[in-house]
């Protein structure tokens, strides 16, 4: 697919850190909980947000 621009990787770090208990490891329920926690004006944007979470939760423990 090719590398994550910093800023998503940037912003699903810090949601993470800070509501990871909201995040699964469905994509399409974290694009939903993004809409609820998070301000974002683009739909492409928050898309791949959720995707970048949804990769994180997948791919390894989260401590």
Known sequence: ???KP???KNLGTALLVKQKEY????FEENKIQL????V?????????????I????NS????
Not at 60 to 63: A, D, F, G, H, M
């Open 40 to 52: 974002i004006g683009s739909k492409r944007v928050r898309n791949r947000i959720a995707g970048y």
């Open 60 to 63: 390894k423990k989260q401590s």
């Open 6 to 8: 910093s800023y998503i």
């Open 35 to 38: 809409g609820k926690s998070a």
């Open 54 to 57: 949804t990769r994180k939760m």
């Open 1 to 3: 697919m090719g590398i």
């Open 23 to 26: 995040f699964s490891k469905d």
